[in-house]
Antibody, heavy 118, light 110 residues
């Protein structure tokens, strides 16, 4: 059973870079033909897809965030990461890592709250 | 404002049936698979339906999905108080080249 766990700072200052890591257990991040996603949810609001990386290393990002987002794989640690630059209060949200195409995201992390504040 | 349109809320009595709609366009629902997710308060979303109509192992057959043209529907029969949650549809948008979700529907079991 694949499990995902987000980790990273819970508080980030405005204009700085938000960095989160998702650790995958119960399966190899590079062994399956899989998509690894980052999705966020501001308090009381809906889900927003941030982007994904394929096991091949190819990435696709939400056009609304593309200029600020980088998603990368670290196969040696069975992890993938999110960097979101130049953050503002609007980036405050619960951030989820998840596996699968958007049509079938079967595995989700528990989510981690990131607050952008000085 | 979401690319996929869902009603903000629906409600029904225990034991009854409810449907939740998800309306899109030819660039998303019309030409891509739809999934549905249940999010209980304070928890991560859970996959209920994938590829329009399929249920993952462990999801009861009280939950069903359908798709017609540029709209999709989630059906829930035999409503239970434990079904009270937010429900989201999701799909790929070929024009945006991005994953998208509906705005979510809050289900209340009266």
């Amino acid at each position: 059973q694949v499990q995902l766990q987000e980790s990273g700072p819970g508080l980030v200052k405005p204009s700085q870079t938000l960095s989160l890591t998702c650790t995958v257990s119960g399966g190899s991040i590079s062994g399956a033909n899989s998509y690894w996603n980052w999705i966020r949810q501001p308090a009381g609001k809906g889900l927003e897809w941030i982007g994904r990386i394929h096991t091949s290393g190819s990435t696709i990002y939400n056009p609304s965030l593309k200029s600020r987002v980088t998603i990368s794989l670290d196969t040696s640690k069975n992890q993938f990461s999110l960097n979101l630059s130049s953050v503002t209060a609007a980036d405050t949200a619960v951030y989820y890592c998840a596996r699968g195409p958007v049509s079938q995201i079967g595995f989700w992390g528990q989510g981690t709250l990131v607050t952008v504040a000085s | 404002q979401s690319v996929l349109t869902q009603p903000p809320s629906v409600s029904a009595a225990p034991g009854q049936k409810v449907t939740i709609s998800c309306s899109g366009s030819s660039s998303n629902i019309g030409n891509n698979y739809v999934s549905w997710y249940q999010q209980l308060p304070g928890t991560a979303p859970k996959l209920l339906i994938y590829e329009n109509i399929k249920r993952p192992s462990g999801i009861p057959d009280r939950f069903s999905g359908s798709k017609s043209g540029t709209s999709a529907t989630l059906g829930i029969t035999g409503l239970q108080t434990g079904d009270e949650a937010d429900y989201y549809c999701g799909t790929w948008d070929s024009s945006l080249s991005a994953g998208i979700f509906g705005g979510g529907t809050k289900l209340t079991v009266l």
